[in-house]
């Protein structure tokens, strides 16, 4: 299964803040620690590291939670 994102893509989401525009930066297809908290991540359901282009923050989101920008 090809992933919708790729690193460098732009990228926007929701957040309590707000919508966050920013750079997808890596794609997660394996289990991985993020924030000291586990993420379960796959071929099929991928999850995509995110730094916002405003805070320089990092987020990880899954495919639905992110849009084109």
Known sequence: MS????PGDNVRWNSEAGIIHGTVVK???RD???CGRHRHCSQDEPQYEVKSSKTGHLAMHKETALERD
Request: net charge neutral.
């Open 3 to 6: 992933n919708v994102y790729k």
């Open 27 to 29: 794609v997660h297809t």
């Open 32 to 34: 991985v620690e993020f």
